[in-house]
């Protein structure tokens, strides 16, 4: 069974810092695509960070580079967001996203709350 499950989400204050991880089950995450997106009320979902199954390059919305970082851990079939500096528009609700070839499966979020 494909599954994504995120956690690590939570309240914190501007300029705090949470580390998001996508557990991966059912398929190896190692060759596919990994990408966190968010979803903020009233918005479109958007792309935050993607790694890539060729090389780990990563990629980032101008919105969130210098301070979010992704990374994998393939012994744990884990995808990771270290998010620091964050700023009250950085509240959404964070998705796991794997894709590869025909296959695109997501997670069922974590909420993210920047607020004083």
């Known amino acids: 069974q494909v599954q994504l499950v995120e956690s690590g989400g939570g309240l914190v204050q501007p300029g705090g810092s949470l580390r998001l991880s996508c557990a991966a089950s059912?398929?190896?995450?190692?060759?596919?695509?990994m990408s966190w997106y968010r979803q903020a009320p009233g918005k479109e979902r958007e792309l935050v960070a993607v790694?890539?199954?060729?090389?780990?390059?990563?990629t980032y919305a101008d919105s969130v580079k210098g301070r979010f970082t992704i990374s994998r851990d393939n012994a744990k079939n884990t995808v990771y967001l270290q998010m620091n500096n964050l700023k009250p528009e950085d509240t959404a609700v964070y998705y796991c996203?794997?894709?590869?070839?025909?296959?695109?499966?997501w997670g069922q979020g974590t909420q993210v709350t920047v607020s004083s």
């Open positions: 059912g398929f190896y995450s190692r060759t596919y695509a």
């Open positions: 790694i890539t199954s060729v090389d780990d390059s990563p």
């Open positions: 996203n794997a894709k590869w070839r025909m296959n695109d499966y």
